[in-house]
């Protein structure tokens, strides 16, 4: 199972919106409303910020949202935040009945 | 509140195994499923499999097939990973992730603390 394919970096001004894109295939990310995103600060856990692709689990700000078109995933960051610099990996179920990840993010706040 | 604490640090030599483990609290660990995740120092999270804790089904990456068991000890509400025939290449953070309750793409939500694996002559 390749990773699912992601920009190596996206960064933006404070206040911005960004958006991160998740490429699969029709056997995961497009097969499937599984579709979640992480967020990684160094050295931590990474932490549940979108699931079943655009649901927000609670506690997590609704700057974050997303989408789905096809066979790609978005994330997009609105009102970009300086504690937002830190790593996005999406996620996929697949039809093997296993899970992918994504290639990984670094986004930046200029 | 949902937490996962796993067990420390490992420095293992290569051709030998390592066990991992995650103790669960806070949920019932029954109606769980338990995943691996693991990440190499800067690279990506790969994931490696996971477990249906009430049936004790697995299902595994084919990347770690041959070399990795996933079990649960349901006494203790423990999960452990496995992983044999160490090379160098396998040294990384490992993190266990529960899935709450168990479903089909169900997600990663809580996350242990992670462990981190060393394998060096």
């Known amino acids: 199972q390749s990773a699912l394919t992601q920009p190596a970096s996206v960064s933006g001004s404070p206040g911005q919106s960004i958006t991160i894109s998740c490429t699969g295939t029709s056997s995961d990310v497009g097969g499937y409303n599984y579709v979640s995103w992480y967020q990684q600060h160094p050295g931590k856990a990474p932490k549940l910020i979108i699931y079943?692709?655009?649901n927000r689990p609670s506690g997590v700000s609704n700057r974050f949202s997303g989408s789905k078109s096809g066979n790609t995933a978005s994330l997009t960051i609105s009102g970009l935040q300086a504690e937002d610099e830190a790593d996005y990996y999406c996620s996929s179920y697949t039809s093997s009945s296993t899970y992918v990840f994504g290639t990984g993010t670094k986004v930046t706040v200029l | 509140q949902m937490q996962l604490v796993q067990s420390g640090p490992e420095v293992k030599k290569p051709g030998t195994s390592v066990k991992v483990s995650c103790k669960a609290s806070g949920f019932t660990f029954t109606s769980s499923a338990m995943q691996w995740v693991r990440q190499a120092r800067g690279q990506r999270l790969e994931w490696i499999g996971w477990i249906v804790v009430g049936s004790g089904n697995t299902n595994y990456a084919q990347k770690f097939q041959e070399r990795v068991t996933i079990t649960r000890d349901m006494s203790t509400s423990t999960a452990h990973m496995e992983l044999s025939s160490l090379r160098s290449e396998d040294t990384a953070v490992y993190y266990c992730?529960?899935?709450?309750?168990?479903?089909?793409?169900?997600?990663?939500?809580?996350w242990g603390q992670g462990t981190l694996v060393t394998v060096s002559s």
């Open positions: 079943d692709v655009g």
């Open positions: 992730a529960a899935v709450v309750p168990a479903a089909i793409g169900g997600v990663f939500d809580p």
